[in-house]
């Protein structure tokens, strides 16, 4: 790199692995889980396999695929907040989006939150909670502050990195390592050591665990470390199985029903979506057969036979067991991201007493998520996903034991509550309810200059065209709220404010010290910046209204990112 520096991206590759193997030595359930996913992974691997001629995916590119990680962490004080965003700034991660957990009504928690990541691509990212005082009454509020101003997160070693790197423009990889042993050792190692055990039992007995979690601990402590996965389902019934709460009766008949459910929704889009090896023309050119019968029967029993290792046995290992239903949009309709998780573990903790005395207790707070990410939806898109995520949520509440007692009945609740939703890219993109980025295609090119309509319908149908669509990268608040709930047993909070305060995005910058970046404006511009470059390509961009163009260039102008958004209106 120029002036020695180490690349960003490989260190934030770096700084998550190890944070991965940090979590894993503390949370052994949790190291269990990837062993699951790695397991449900290979097979889904294996059905595409069946699938397509000439598709195969090696141990190194499975780990690649299922190898990236999205955190969580949650933070008491303004100035902690801002020395977070100055160290993920050296990872090359940048706050995207703006999410007020204080006002999701009935789930609502005293937070404000942004997601780390890079703007392109990121395979990693940590959604970063701030804990808002004045949500509570004063009395609570400065008992709050009170505990949190006796904590030192951040070592001068580690202060002194981020200021080598923002006087420097980057860190040698010596200083990188030291930052990210910094990260590993103390900032986001959890060590059980808490304060003020009766502020923590008065905030939990009041409906307050997460600010508890958060104001009565001395580290940032990741509350999960979440791995994605390729089949939702699959892997949600192989926890279950792994943890006794279903038998090999039970998984055989969920395992077959997420199998066969994917054989149908794997087309070329879904292949690009999900493998990082893979571009639309290689899928494109991959030729789809008929797998063999039996082989998801096959595939299924060799799924319960490797569960049956000792390794597997999870119910040997503490644990509360998995939540009853996945968060998100159903099976069948590939938007935003689907969330599940084993349920938050009890921890044994020791609070420390001003008298240095020492008092033995329990902490529930640290969870296993898991994801599985598909296509960024429109403003328009995610309006409609709103309304019908909340009729799901509305039939939940009416019959919360319905997803565990009659998993199909509310499987089915689910999806015709998403009906008005088409099931492919193509047809979500032709109803202007997912981004997705256009290229022209080798043919396109060569009729370049003879090509008489710039409608990218028919561009794409006539194959002169072809489209990728953008995977959702960032969050979900009422999904996120729906992970805290089922973890922590508590569903939402009201403030005990005078008033209840309102928060902005504005407030959380100033906070940072820098811009937060809107993830609609950045898809916006990418989608935007590829229609012109490819019809630039194919000699029709003049056929284009001129308002429409117009349009376009004020999209790409707009970008938060800048003039790099031109540069990756093609890549």
Not at 32 to 57: H, I, Q, T
Not at 220 to 238: E, F, G, K, V
Not at 345 to 368: I, K, N, Q, W, Y
Not at 421 to 445: C, D, H, I, Q, W
Request: proline fraction near 4%; include cysteine; aromatic fraction near 8%.
């Amino acid at each position: 790199m120029p002036n020695g520096f180490a690349d960003r991206i490989e260190m934030q590759h770096a700084l998550f692995a190890r944070l991965s193997a940090m979590f894993g030595a503390e949370v052994p359930l949790y190291d269990k889980s990837l062993a699951v996913n790695r397991v449900s992974n290979r097979a889904v691997c294996d059905l595409l396999g069946a699938m397509y001629d000439g598709f195969r995916v090696s141990d190194e590119q499975l780990e690649l695929t299922s190898g990236e990680r999205h955190g969580a962490i949650r933070i008491g004080r303004p100035d902690e907040l801002g020395l977070i965003a100055r160290f993920f700034a050296c990872f090359a991660m940048e706050p995207h989006g703006f999410y007020d957990m204080t006002s999701i009504g009935a789930k609502s928690q005293p937070i404000i939150a942004t997601a780390f990541r890079t703007s392109i691509g990121p395979e990693h990212r940590i959604f970063c909670s701030l804990l808002q005082t004045d949500y509570f009454d004063e009395a609570t509020r400065q008992r709050i502050e009170a505990c949190l101003a006796k904590r030192v997160v951040f070592s001068e070693r580690a202060v002194a990195l981020l200021e080598k790197n923002e006087r420097q423009g980057g860190l040698a990889w010596d200083d990188a390592e030291a930052l990210i042993a910094e990260a590993t050792t103390r900032i986001f190692k959890w060590t059980g050591r808490a304060s003020e055990r009766e502020l923590y039992h008065e905030l939990c007995e009041s409906g307050f665990k997460i600010a508890a979690d958060i104001a009565c601990f001395d580290s940032h402590h990741l509350n999960h470390l979440t791995p994605n996965t390729l089949c939702m389902d699959l892997y949600t019934a192989s926890m279950r199985h792994c943890l006794g709460e279903v038998d090999a009766i039970e998984f055989r008949t969920l395992a077959s029903r997420a199998l066969q459910r994917h054989l149908t929704m794997a087309d070329e889009h879904h292949m690009v979506l999900h493998f990082r090896h893979l571009d639309s023309i290689t899928a494109g050119s991959l030729h789809r057969r008929t797998p063999e019968p039996g082989l998801i029967d096959g595939l299924v029993e060799d799924l319960i036979g490797q569960f049956a290792a000792p390794e597997f046995r999870l119910t040997e290992l503490p644990h509360a067991g998995f939540k009853d239903v996945t968060e998100g949009p159903p099976a069948d309709t590939p938007l935003l991201l689907r969330q599940d998780a084993y349920k938050a573990l009890t921890e044994r903790v020791v609070f420390l007493a001003a008298d240095g005395s020492e008092t033995p207790d329990t902490h529930t707070a640290r969870f296993g998520e898991i994801e599985q990410r598909f296509y960024a939806t429109t403003t328009e898109g995610r309006a409609l996903y709103d309304g019908c995520l909340k009729r799901v949520e509305a039939a939940r509440a009416e019959d919360p034991g319905m997803a565990r007692r009659d998993p199909e009945a509310f499987d089915a609740i689910a999806r015709e509550a998403f009906a008005a939703f088409p099931k492919t890219l193509a047809t979500l993109v032709e109803a202007g309810l997912v981004y997705a980025r256009y290229m022209p295609t080798s043919e396109g090119l060569r009729q370049a200059g003879s090509i008489d309509t710039a409608d990218l319908a028919l561009l794409v149908e006539k194959g002169f065209v072809r489209l990728e669509g953008i995977r959702y990268e960032d969050f979900l608040p009422v999904s996120a709220a729906g992970i805290f709930a089922s973890n922590l047993n508590q569903y939402g909070t009201r403030s005990t404010a005078a008033s209840k305060p309102a928060y902005s995005a504005a407030l959380l910058e100033g906070i940072l010290g820098r811009p937060i970046r809107n993830p609609d404006a950045i898809n916006t511009a990418r989608q935007s910046a590829s229609i012109l470059d490819t019809l630039g390509k194919l000699g029709v961009i003049d056929r284009l209204e001129a308002a429409e163009r117009q349009a376009l260039v004020r999209d790409v102008d707009r970008s938060p990112i800048g003039e790099s958004i031109h540069v990756l209106a093609a890549s």
